[in-house]
C-alpha cells in the first residue's frame, strides 16, 4: 500500500529552521517525482518543492526559493524539506505529495512561525 506520512512540523520563532519529513511505504521514493505542497488557514493549497528523479534538478516556488531546500535519503526512503529564516507567512499545514498513480498526498504537518 502506497503511503507517505509526514513529521517535523512545529512551533519556530520568526528567523527559525524546521526541516520536515516525508517517509514513504509502497514504493521507492527515487522513481518518482515528490513534492511539498503547503496550506494556510483560509488559503489554497500551493505547491511549494519539488524533488524530480534527478535530485539536482529541484525546484522551488519563488516565495521560498534561496531559504528552503529538498532532499531525498534513498537509505531511508524518505523525502526532507529543510526551512531555514521561517517567515510568519510560511506558517501552515505542509503536505507531502507523491506522484504515483493518482497521486498520494499524506496527512501534512503543523508548521506555526510565531514569536
Known amino acids: 500500500q502506497v503511503q507517505v506520512v509526514e513529521s517535523g512540523g512545529g512551533l519556530v520563532q520568526p528567523g527559525g529552521s524546521l526541516r520536515l519529513s516525508c517517509a514513504a511505504s509502497?514504493?521507492?521514493?527515487?522513481?518518482?517525482?515528490m513534492r511539498w505542497y503547503r496550506q494556510a488557514t483560509g488559503k489554497e493549497r500551493e505547491w511549494v518543492a519539488t524533488?524530480?528523479?534527478?535530485?539536482?534538478?529541484?525546484s522551488y516556488a519563488d516565495s521560498v526559493k534561496g531559504r528552503f531546500t529538498i532532499s531525498r535519503d534513498n537509505a531511508k526512503n524518505t523525502v526532507y524539506l529543510q526551512m531555514n529564516s521561517l517567515k510568519p507567512d510560511d506558517a501552515a499545514v505542509y503536505f507531502c505529495?507523491?506522484?504515483?498513480?493518482?497521486?498520494?498526498w499524506g496527512q501534512g504537518t503543523q508548521v506555526t512561525v510565531s514569536s
Open positions: 505529495y507523491a506522484l504515483i498513480g493518482a497521486g498520494s
Open positions: 509502497g514504493f521507492t521514493v527515487s522513481n518518482y517525482v
Open positions: 524533488m524530480p528523479f534527478i535530485s539536482s534538478k529541484s
